[in-house]
T-cell receptor, first 115, second 111 residues
Framework: ETGVTQTPRHLVMGMTNKKSLKCEQHLGHNAMYWYKQSAKKPLELMFVYNFKEQTENNSVPSRFSPECPNSSHLFLHLHTLQPEDSALYLC??????????????FGPGTRLTVL | QKEVEQDPGPLSVPEGAIVSLNCTYSNSAFQYFMWYRQYSRKGPELLMYTYSSGNKEDGRFTAQVDKSSKYISLFIRDSQPSDSATYLCAMGGDYGQNFVFGPGTRLSVLP
């Protein structure tokens, strides 16, 4: 595997389900990100981790719970979601989060549908 | 006022046309500017990156930044059907500021 991988690619869940999204980066990066992409809206940054520590939580509802066990893996745990949470969830990684520009590399995303 | 504005399209052009994609922004602290290309069912991939004002050319692609007008452009020359994708502009400031993305412009190049 190369780059940034995400599983599953598609997920349909009911509002009472609990599910998890997984992201893995094979680039040796130290920073990882979760974004939400809704139709015709800008990418919304949700969470940022740098060296496994959360450095940003962009006012995300608590029904989204991130986990970063190491610099290569990032999870997004989902529970009691709402239909408006249906979107493409993108994971990205970069060398780190520093004072200079760091290119972000994106995974293919998980298309989430909440019924 | 939204921080980054971008016409969502869709924009349809014939093969071989010159395409102009644009974004405006409001935050004068932005210093670096990116264009991402996103194919259907894929994540965004970085196409071009520029720092501060000026032009940058890479093959058929040219990125322009006009900080005085808070306006950035991406030009695609001799457009190809394989250029059909959504193009996202993104920008950020110094000191680790996270990127701010535009909503993307969906481009279709017709053979």
């Amino acid at each position: 595997e190369t780059g940034v991988t995400q599983t599953p690619r598609h997920l349909v869940m009911g509002m009472t389900n609990k599910k998890s999204l997984k992201c893995e980066q094979h680039l040796g990066h130290n920073a990882m990100y979760w974004y939400k992409q809704s139709a015709k809206k800008p990418l919304e940054l949700m969470f940022v981790y740098n060296f496994k520590e959360q450095t940003e939580n962009n006012s995300v509802p608590s029904r989204f719970s991130p986990e970063c066990p190491n610099s290569s893996h990032l999870f997004l745990h989902l529970h009691t979601l709402q239909p408006e949470d249906s979107a493409l969830y993108l994971c990205a990684s970069s060398q780190d989060v520093g004072e200079w520009y760091n290119e972000q590399f994106f995974g293919p995303g998980t298309r989430l549908t909440v019924l | 006022q939204k921080e980054v504005e971008q016409d969502p399209g869709p924009l349809s052009v014939p093969e071989g046309a010159i395409v102009s994609l644009n974004c405006t922004y409001s935050n004068s602290a932005f210093q670096y500017f990116m264009w991402y290309r996103q194919y259907s069912r894929k994540g965004p991939e970085l196409l071009m990156y520029t720092y501060s004002s000026g032009n940058k050319e890479d093959g058929r692609f040219t990125a322009q930044v006009d900080k005085s007008s808070k306006y950035i452009s991406l030009f695609i020359r001799d457009s190809q059907p394989s250029d059909s994708a959504t193009y996202l502009c993104a920008m950020g400031g110094d000191y680790g500021q996270n990127f701010v993305f535009g909503p993307g412009t969906r481009l279709s190049v017709l053979p």
